[in-house]
């Protein structure tokens, strides 16, 4: 049973240019939710995902976009990054009906922003 | 909002001593589920355990325990005889109405278990 899975691992941008990460949820999941993750802090809820559409967002400005793709993949955009930018991003799986459950999560994407 | 406080940073223990973690939660819903999660150098998150704001039984899983109090909004979070292989850094973490819903995550423990 594959988990949640990420890509790249590492990434390293310049400032003003654009990512975007992936993320695979685990077999089964049809919610995927994005965090940032900076050095030394918890987890920040980005937004989540569900039947392609965002549902839920966080604190974070229109720089930050996302896609899901009918298959439940997800991308996590960024443009005109900033050296703030510079985090561990978190993707994490769900099911959407069932509320009783937690979130997996994959490995993460690091990305420096110089 | 919802929101989670771990009051300290970096904890050290001897291998074989127990650990307990703090965590101090506030929301203004009736119904919220809690979580601890571990997260070893490697990056990924790793759930532990979850509890539902509608029981606070405590109860202990292998050498995880934890203690529920709605009445101080805390749920702490004790290893047991502690390895070496539980250090790691360690986030409570509170999501609202839903346990597969957004979570609020607190700064994390970071624990280091010397041999």
């Known amino acids: 049973d594959a988990g949640v899975t990420q890509s790249p691992t590492h990434l390293i941008k310049t400032r003003g240019q654009q990512v975007t990460l992936r993320c695979s949820p685990k077999?089964?999941?049809?919610?995927v939710s994005w965090y940032q993750q900076a050095l030394g802090q918890g987890p920040q809820f980005i937004f989540q995902?569900?039947?392609?559409?965002?549902?839920q967002r966080g604190n974070f400005p229109d720089r930050f976009s996302g896609h899901q793709f009918p298959n439940y993949s997800s991308e996590l955009n960024v443009n005109a990054l900033l050296l703030g930018d510079s985090a561990l991003y978190l993707c994490?799986?769900?099911?959407?009906?069932?509320?009783?459950?937690?979130?997996?999560f994959g490995p993460g994407t690091r990305l420096t922003v110089t | 909002a919802q929101k989670v406080t771990q009051a300290q940073t970096e904890i050290s223990v001897v291998e074989k001593e127990d650990v307990t973690l703090d965590c101090v939660y506030e929301?203004?819903?009736?119904?919220?589920?809690l979580f601890w999660y571990k997260q070893p150098p490697s990056g990924e998150l790793v759930f532990l355990i979850r509890?539902?704001?509608?029981?606070?039984q405590n109860e202990i899983s292998g050498r995880y325990s934890w203690n529920f109090q709605k009445s101080t909004s805390s749920f702490n979070f004790t290893i047991t005889a502690s390895q070496v292989v539980d250090s790691a850094v360690y986030f409570c973490?509170?999501?609202?109405?839903?346990?597969?819903?957004?979570?609020?995550f607190g700064k994390g423990n970071q624990v280091v278990v010397i041999p």
């Open positions: 509890r539902n704001s509608f029981d606070e």
């Open positions: 995902y569900y039947e392609e559409e965002e549902r």
């Open positions: 973490a509170l999501s609202e109405r839903y346990g597969n819903n957004r979570l609020a």
């Open positions: 994490a799986s769900s099911l959407q009906r069932d509320t009783l459950s937690e979130q997996y």
């Open positions: 929301t203004r819903d009736t119904t919220y589920y």
């Open positions: 077999s089964g999941h049809d919610t």
